[in-house]
């Protein structure tokens, strides 16, 4: 069974630069999750998707990351302007059901940000 | 505030021996509970799992005891090998009008040879 796919691996880019991270989740597992992992810290909760309709994004700051999930199946997170202080590991977990008690998260490599 | 910690950040242990993992909680409302696996350059892995109706389970060299009453929990690691040095996290799932899965800081473990 395939795992989570993210890409890319690794971005270095320029404070007020975009980026894009893509992640493709286990086939058939409705619910996706992006996290933000800071060095020496543990995984954050951004965004939290079921097919295609946003769960909980309580933890996400919507004035620079947007997120969207077409179609129910891979998603795209997006950070527009970066700042420093989002160099981070960008995590992108899958689950099979948004149900009580059943919510084992199956992770990616996730992709590494620096800001510059 | 609500949180999830680990009582110590690095635990170093000698090959062979067994390894325990501790983790407090705030949230008494939690009722599902995750350990997970994270290896340098990788995602976190599952490794066991435990459902606030029970004390106790047991997996491969690996058993994880919850104690409710103190919102704590650990993980038990049998014969540890080089193998197991990672940095391990606790998790639980909230549900307050949707589940999600809230991670702790982390222990990171080594394995002496």
């Known amino acids: 069974e395939a795992g989570v796919a993210q890409s890319p691996r690794y971005k270095i880019i320029e404070k007020r630069q975009s980026v894009a991270f893509w992640c493709n989740p286990i086939?058939?597992?409705?619910?996706l999750y992006w996290y933000q992992q800071i060095l020496g810290q543990g995984p954050k909760l951004l965004i939290q998707?079921?097919?295609?309709?946003?769960?909980?994004d309580s933890q996400l700051p919507k004035d620079r990351f947007s997120a969207e999930r077409l179609k129910g199946v891979d998603s795209t997170l997006k950070i527009q302007p970066a700042k420093l202080e989002d160099s981070a590991v960008y995590l992108c977990a899958s689950s099979l059901a948004h149900e009580r008690g059943t919510e084992k998260l199956f992770f990616g490599s996730g992709t590494q940000l620096s800001v510059l | 505030g609500e949180s999830v910690g680990l009582h110590l950040p690095t635990l170093s242990v000698q090959e062979g021996d067994n390894s325990i993992i501790n983790c407090a909680y705030s949230?008494?409302?939690?009722?599902?509970f995750i350990w997970y696996k994270q290896e340098s350059g990788k995602g976190p892995q599952f490794i066991i799992d435990i459902r606030s109706n029970m004390d106790k389970r047991q997996g491969q060299r690996v058993t994880v005891l919850l104690n409710k009453t103190v919102k704590h929990l650990s993980l038990q690691i049998a014969a540890t090998q080089p193998g197991d040095s990672a940095v391990y996290f606790c998790a639980e799932n909230r549900g307050t009008g949707g589940f999600k899965t809230i991670f702790g800081a982390g222990t990171r473990l080594f394995v002496k040879a």
């Open positions: 949230n008494s409302a939690s009722d599902y």
């Open positions: 998707f079921q097919n295609n309709g946003v769960v909980d």
């Open positions: 086939s058939g597992h409705a619910t």
